[in-house]
Each structure stands twice: as C-alpha cells, then as structure tokens.
C-alpha cells in the first residue's frame, strides 16, 4: 500500500500547467504524466526536451520580489535552447542566439505577444556564454511572456527532476 505509493510517487506524477509560458505547446490547465527517473539516471538532456525542475535561486529570488510564494514541491517548466559548450548571447528585447543561429524565430514566438512587452525589463542581456558542464539553458516556448534563462541564466541540470511523457487533459 503505502511503500507502493511512494515508489510510484518517486517514478511518475502528474503535474497541471499554470502559466502561458510554454504555450501552445502546453497550455493552462493541461496535465502532463512526468518521468521521473530517466531524469535522475541519464543526466545529458538534448537541445528541445521539455523539462520539469526546481526553481534556481535566482529564480526564487525574482517570485518572492514579485509576490509570488513557491512551495517545496513547485516545479517550472521549459525547453532546452542550449546545452553543454553552446555559446548563447541574449540580446535586451529577448532575442536568443545559440552557436550563432537565432532560436527565438519560429520556435519561441509562437504565442500572441504580450503588448506592454513587460518581460524585457528582467531580461538579463549576455554576449558570448558558453554554457558549461552539467548545465543547460532553457525558454519557454511563449518567449514574450516566459521568466527563463534569459532572466536567471542557466539551469544546473541537478535541478532536472522529470520530462513529461504523456499529456493527459485535454
């Protein structure tokens, strides 16, 4: 009974989209089946896997500054834009360049654009970092609206806990 939950519980678990951060690709309110455990096992995640982590420092910083609260269990969600030896430069309007080839184009714009344009004054703009062992850069896939690496740098692939499997609602 309850030693199979919480094995289970360490496996998989449900986890319910709150933000428009990666639309439309996952939009609020969907709920996704997360891996768990190939997270932990197999440490190298490829440029595109969607991620499930926990938030950074930086980034608890920035919610508890806005007013926001996280708990224990809170995880984000992006994609992988970069990873290992890549070499990103963020521009001040947002705009991501990876080993020289823009990654926002086509890729990371494909909401409707939030008109005041609020997320460029976090943005924290970089020439030329190469992103380093064990870490990765991550963005949502609604740019103009998502907090990620661009604002709080890159992510420590420690902080991976899961990739969602299966899209279970809708």
């Known amino acids: 009974g309850l030693v199979t939950a919480f094995i289970v519980s360490q496996a998989i678990s449900l986890f319910f989209i709150p933000s428009k951060s990666m639309d439309p690709t996952l939009q609020v309110g969907d709920v996704l089946l997360v891996d768990k455990v190939s997270p932990r096992i197999i440490r190298q995640q ?12 930086k980034l608890q910083e920035i919610v508890s500054r806005s007013g926001g609260k996280l708990r224990s269990g809170d995880l984000f969600v992006k994609r992988i834009a970069a990873s290992s030896g890549d070499l990103v430069t963020v521009a001040a309007d947002g ?6 080839e823009n990654v926002v ?21 970089t020439k030329d970092e190469i992103i380093r062992e064990n870490e990765v850069f991550v963005m949502g896939d609604c740019s103009s609206v998502s907090v990620d690496s661009r604002v709080w740098g890159p992510l420590d692939t420690k902080q991976i806990v899961g990739k969602p499997i299966l899209r279970l609602w809708p």
């Open 46 to 57: 490829k440029v595109n896997d969607i991620v499930l982590f926990s938030p950074p420092s």
């Open 95 to 100: 705009e991501v360049t990876v080993n020289d």
């Open 105 to 125: 184009d086509g890729r990371r714009d494909l909401c409707e654009a939030e008109p005041l344009r609020l997320i460029e004054k976090y943005i924290q703009p």
